[in-house]
């Protein structure tokens, strides 16, 4: 048999079983992906998909025809022959029973704990017990190799086709972004810029950092000094308290603050979607744009990028997210090139190389230990320095999205081990299953420590700050997208849970020339921040935003007593009625959780509660009812406007 023949045997088994692979991920991947997206988008990441499986394919059949030929030559030396035929038999009989083993793993579990050596003991047995069936049908293998090879020919030639279109299709996206878009060209197409006032307007920058909960944050009164320099700066701003985040993912809740508007208005329902209603016409930065500002959005986070929020047409300088991530492990360099490729189009198809997708699994096979973070946020900071010193118009508008504190916690030295000296959990392996319940002491120590290094960073950047004269007349805003949770056995943020860890979130303002502190207890929403942003800009604010500004009560006025909301709507679709999901809603002392499908409600006193221990939906009843008829009746307005 030629080496020819022997390898086209092995690559055409192998790439069939990709291929199907693929048309099985496509298939469940749509039924999510059409809540959050359209089909006329969905074609590139099959087409992505198709051309990265193609690669796998070859590269496998090189391995296993190598292997084959280790194996053949062996073999020859003790007199004895084998036949490509044979190995492919014993692949497939591998195949089989490992995915038997895969899928009983939950029935296996309780009965022994699965550890590393238990998996290195079930992997010998399932290739004995391949060997020996191989060894049992290898008379038969010529035959019925012989008939799948005949079968799949027609599979072939179709696998065959999409595999050439998916390379045209990625060719004309890759041609056509370099073209027109191109990474970091950054300057986007003018929108007309009329000032509404002859008072000078204030430069505004506005920092958000990833997953930041004010329980963790020492200038709450944390027991850990994590934001000493936050702290110190803080004394001569205005401090919130209570300030609620929209909802418990970025997307939604980045999508809230740069529209003004509740999840369930600008339905960016998933946290890895798209498609803001009406965000062309309807954001933040096209107002401050429209009113003589310059746009910067620098953004650390592809799940807030300008792309995803619909708002890149209101931004003159958005430099892609990659361009701020230092990539060690293969999976991130890999991201770093596509994006490079395919620029912000390439975040709708990050499916590819997610955590439930195989491929991921397949490069996480190869060793590497991260010990530091891949999201400096010094790189970040210093970007927004290097635009700076190239004169931009002012005034100007800087939103910088700064990925830490978000897991994996991988500060530097010394700030890695700070709060907890032991060995454990210091590298992005270690971390993985940062979602799991066990070491919760050394997580939080180890997010406590990124936190104090976000510190550290943010105090370098404000003394750079304070070099440049536009200084005196700029507005900071330090803020963050969501909190992250520790407790209530609900680690990290996303999925169904509004609990205070991942709602109550750090405000602080920074006003020009600001000499006094101020604390402010009042109840104040993430959507508030962007109406408070207009009222600094002197820009009236427009109908469409649901928040209320706060310059008001920064500057004295007594808040109105009223309600906040957050939700988080992941199982519904984008342009259709509320049918799902969790809402919590906040009066005075009072905090009403409600899961939509389960019926369930959970009411808190924060006051003597602060923790949400105390369930006391049965001792409150009529508190409880009134919190959650508030949530109906704005549930069933939202509904009306959505209409369908």
Known sequence: MSVISSYLKVFRIIFVMCSLYIMGAVFYRWDGFKYYGSFSDFPLGIALAFILWSIVAVIVTIFIWLLFKVVEWS????????????????????????????????????????????????????????????????????????????????????????????????????????????????????????????????????????????????????????????????????????????????????????????????????????????????????LLKRNGYYNIALIQNSFASVKTLGISNSIDIAPLVPSFTEPFSIESIIEKQLFRLLGDKFHIYSWIIRDDFIFKLLLRTFPQKIFITEYPPEKVFNRFLEIINNNPPEPFFAWIHVFPPHAPYLPPEPYIGTFDSSPILRTAISQRKIWTRDNIDTKRARYDEFIRYCDKEFEKFIKQLRKYKFFKNTVIILSSDHGQSFEHNYITHGGIHLYESVTNIPLIIKEPAQIEGKIIDDLTEQIDITPTILEFANIPVPLWMEGESLVPIMHGKELQLKQALSMTLEGNRSKHRVMEGTFAIWEGDYKLIHFFKDKKSLLFNLKLDPDELDNLIDKEPGIGQHLLFLIQDNLKKANKKIGK
Do not use: C
């Not at 699965?114 to 060894?135: D, H, R, W």
């Not at 003018?190 to 000078?200: A, C, Q, V, Y």
């Not at 958000?208 to 803080?234: C, G, K, Q």
């Not at 809740?253 to 600008?266: F, I, P, Y």
């Open 75 to 286: 073999l020859l030396l003790m007199g004895r022959k084998i036949r490509i035929e044979h190995i492919l038999m014993f692949i497939g009989v591998f195949i089989f029973f490992g995915a038997l083993v895969w899928k009983g793993r939950w029935f296996i579990r309780h009965y022994v704990v699965i550890t590393q050596q238990v998996k290195l003991i079930i992997l010998i047995v399932v290739a004995i017990i391949s060997i020996l069936s191989t060894t049992i049908l290898r008379n038969k293998a010529v035959s019925w190799i012989g008939i799948i090879q005949e079968r799949i020919t027609p599979l072939i030639w179709l696998f065959g086709v999409f595999a050439i279109l998916s390379v045209s299709l990625i060719a004309y996206q890759v041609s056509a972004y370099q073209i027109w878009g191109g990474e970091d060209k950054g300057i986007l197409p003018e929108i007309s810029r009329t000032s509404l006032s002859n008072k000078k307007q204030p430069n505004i920058i506005l920092v958000t950092f990833d997953a930041l909960t004010i329980r963790n944050m020492s200038v709450y009164d944390y027991h850990r000094e994590t934001t000493p320099f936050i702290a110190e700066w803080a004394k001569n701003a205005t401090i919130f308290t209570k300030t609620k985040a929209e909802s418990n993912a970025t997307s939604p809740t980045t999508a809230s603050l740069m529209t003004g508007k509740r999840v369930w208005t600008h339905q960016l329902y998933a946290p890895h979607g798209y498609n803001v209603i009406n965000a062309d016409t309807e954001n933040l930065p096209l």
